[in-house]
T-cell receptor, first 117, second 116 residues
Framework: DTGVSQDPRHKITKRGQNVTFRCDPI?????LYWYRQTLGQGPEFLTY????????KSRLLSDRFSAERPKGSFSTLEIQRTEQGDSAMYLC???????????????FGPGTRLTVT | AQKITQTQPGMFVQEKEAVTLDCTYD???????LFWYKQPSSGEMIFLIY??????QNATEGRYSLNFQKARKSANLVISASQLGDSAMYFC?????????????FGSGTRLLVRP
């Protein structure tokens, strides 16, 4: 078990370009979360998948953002027409609540740091 | 309204001493969980300790303990015998039982610096 992985770790892009990030959760985890963390703040929830179904999206997730989790395995987060305000760390987390319920730990990946110039 | 409040943006502690990081929360859900995570400069979030709203005893994990005062809605993290490697950002987070997504709601964090 290698934990949650994210790719790339860093991305620098020009304003207006599209970017896509990938998250590979822990293999047996059916729940996957995306969070965004800006400098000096705690992570903020963006969206949540249970298996392949996207069950909740935050108001932070504008129509320029889209997330997928085909086949309930890895997930991608795409940002179209990036803006400078999109510069942040994008964190992915996975968990399995079937046995632990509310106390189930979320395991975080190392994050993708996006810089929009 | 802020659901998780961490009022200490930064804290200093001398190596080998204990330190308390404050966290207050706000929820009307009787079933909830409280978490503390550590985030070193490398960026990964490391789970430290969990406290459930119905747990009778305060949680402990090695040098970490949680001072849970339910009536005051506070869940302070106590780190005993601080080490240089404890220097990091610390986040308090809450999960509400009524929220089927079980997403975490984080506070703004406290930066802890351990002095040698």
């Amino acid at each position: 078990d290698t934990g949650v992985s994210q790719d790339p770790r860093h991305k620098i892009t020009k304003r207006g370009q599209n970017v896509t990030f990938r998250c590979d959760p822990i293999s047996e985890h059916n729940r996957l979360y995306w969070y965004r963390q800006t400098l000096g703040q705690g992570p903020e929830f963006l969206t949540y998948f249970q298996n392949e179904a996207q069950l909740e999206k935050s108001r932070l997730l504008s129509d320029r953002f889209s997330a997928e989790r085909p086949k309930g395995s890895f997930s991608t987060l795409e940002i179209q027409r990036t803006e400078q305000g999109d510069s942040a760390m994008y964190l992915c987390a996975s968990s399995s609540h079937e046995t632990s319920g509310i106390r189930a730990e979320q395991y975080f990946g190392p994050g993708t740091r996006l810089t929009v110039t | 309204a802020q659901k998780i409040t961490q009022t200490q943006p930064g804290m200093f502690v001398q190596e080998k001493e204990a330190v308390t990081l404050d966290c207050t929360y706000d929820t009307s859900d009787p079933s909830y969980g409280l978490f503390w995570y550590k985030q070193p400069s490398s960026g990964e979030m490391i789970f430290l300790i969990y406290q459930g709203s119905y747990d009778q005893q305060n949680a402990t994990e090695g040098r970490y303990s949680l001072n849970f005062q339910k009536a005051r809605k506070s869940a302070n993290l106590v780190i005993s015998a601080s080490q240089l490697g404890d220097s990091a950002m610390y986040f308090c987070a809450m999960r509400e039982g009524k929220d089927s997504s079980y997403k975490l709601i984080f506070g703004s964090g406290t930066r802890l610096l351990v002095r040698p």
